[in-house]
């Protein structure tokens, strides 16, 4: 059904349509404009795909091997020709190599869907007809479950139009609640919630994990499709609801952050199943045993005392420390002086959360702390000499503490958080 749009008309309404699940106006200035009326909101699909990622089904591949970046380098796929070159294509390789051996391992393990499955993805959904609901009211409890709200256990009031959650204080006896498929931007009204065991907030708009205090029985919570960004929120969950078994956050902005699996799991330990995937004991082990800080041996094992290319994908063989180098660094215990002699130091791909421990190194002059998880600017005070500050891919989100490092020429804080150029003027 189409109408030709002559001025400030009122919206179309479903009841003049009966026949229609939408319609549009055409604006009578450009034939190619039209605003649409869908009396459906589930029917709404984007009309532009701008981005798009490939999820794969199985869970995260492995960091690349060395012996993989070296066979790259020698088929010729990743052979700079100068240090100019190789300086250039560091950032852009790192991603590549990741990109490329994912695409190897699934090729190697890939298999068919069966025939059944393939069928069902195939296949429309059926989307019955029934009275949306636009708020939770007193009415809406009685008809779902009866009029002794008291005894209600499970509620479902998916694929409405609520925006708010209210008047849940009557429901004392509340085990499940899935208020998927609809437009909630808060979390709130769970005050007298406190046996609820399973919430399905999934596709909805919240943005921030709020009113957890009275949720502690929680042990399935359902985000899948919000607006959650925040580190910060995620580790409210281990304060408020430490007894989770069951977590969702996939499609939120907070799963692009740096290692979010491991930051997860890291704070909550009795996780089985992580955005629909198993926790494995296993992984769980590698969570808690990864890296935090930087140790005094693996400065030693990853520092040397003449500057090299700062492209941290050189093969192995340009890189590794000579035996002057080795015996420089391999000194008794009681002696630090080594510290003085350092010059570059690369610890790219270390799980470092922070960085710490540096203040004795006062020489030196490229820092490399790529593909990490660090947080912040921090621990440099000492190392005024330093010429190059590589922090790519990690999650920083504000420049700061670069007061102190008057011979800084090159900082590179690429594929990070932050939304604000700032500080950099002393």
């Given at each position: 059904a189409v109408e030709s749009d002559g001025g400030d008309l009122p919206p179309l309404q479903r009841e003049d349509y009966p026949k229609h699940d939408s319609v549009f106006r055409v604006k009578a200035s450009d034939p190619k404009q039209r605003t649409w009326f869908v009396f459906d909101h589930c029917l709404v699909l984007p009309e532009y795909l701008v981005e798009f990622e490939y999820v794969m089904k199985n869970k995260a591949q492995p960091d690349p091997s060395g012996s993989f970046t070296q066979e790259l380098v020698e088929r010729g796929v990743l052979q700079p020709q100068n240090e100019t070159e190789a300086n250039d294509m560091g950032p852009l390789a790192?991603?590549?190599?990741?990109?490329?051996?994912?695409?190897?391992?699934q090729a190697s393990s890939s298999s068919s869907a069966?025939?059944?499955?393939?069928?069902?993805i195939s296949s429309l959904p059926v989307i019955p007809q029934r009275p949306p609901v636009s708020a939770i009211t007193i009415d809406v409890l009685i008809s779902q479950g009866g009029a002794d709200m008291g005894a209600i256990t499970h509620l479902n009031l998916h694929s409405n139009a609520i925006r708010?959650?209210?008047?849940?204080?009557?429901?004392?006896?509340l085990q499940t609640l899935v208020l998927s498929f609809n437009e909630i931007t808060k979390m709130e009204g769970f005050e007298k919630t406190t046996t609820l065991t399973k919430l399905d907030l999934s596709y909805n708009q919240v943005r921030k994990l709020e009113s957890l205090k009275t949720l502690s029985t929680l042990t399935h919570l359902d985000m899948n499709s919000n607006l959650v960004h925040r580190a910060e929120d995620l580790s409210m969950l281990r304060k408020y609801v430490p007894n989770l078994t069951t977590l969702n956050f996939a499609t939120n902005p907070v799963c692009e952050m740096k290692s979010y699996r491991h930051y997860v799991l890291r704070r909550l330990l009795k996780l089985e199943m992580l955005d629909?995937?198993?926790v494995t004991p296993e992984e769980q082990r590698i969570a808690m045993a990864e890296t935090s800080s930087i140790k005094t041996q693996m400065v030693k094992e990853n520092a040397f005392i003449q500057r090299r290319s700062n492209w941290s994908l050189m093969p192995a063989s340009f890189r590794r420390q000579g035996p002057t180098e080795r015996e420089a660094l391999s000194t008794d215990a009681d002696d630090e002086s080594w510290w003085e002699r350092v010059q570059d130091l690369e610890l790219n791909s270390k799980h470092l959360r922070k960085l710490s421990n540096l203040e004795r190194l006062v020489?030196?002059?490229?820092?490399?702390?790529?593909d990490n998880e660090i947080v912040a600017i921090q621990g440099l005070d000492r190392c005024v000499l330093l010429e190059e500050l590589l922090m790519e891919e990690n999650r920083i989100t504000k420049i700061e503490n670069l007061g102190s490092l008057h011979n800084l020429k090159k900082l590179d804080l690429g594929k990070n958080k932050i939304t604000f150029v700032e500080n950099l003027l002393s």
């Open positions: 790192r991603s590549l190599v990741k990109f490329l051996y994912q695409c190897d391992t069966d025939e059944p499955t393939q069928k069902i708010r959650i209210e008047n849940l204080s009557a429901l004392v006896s629909n995937h198993p020489n030196l002059r490229v820092l490399s702390v790529c």
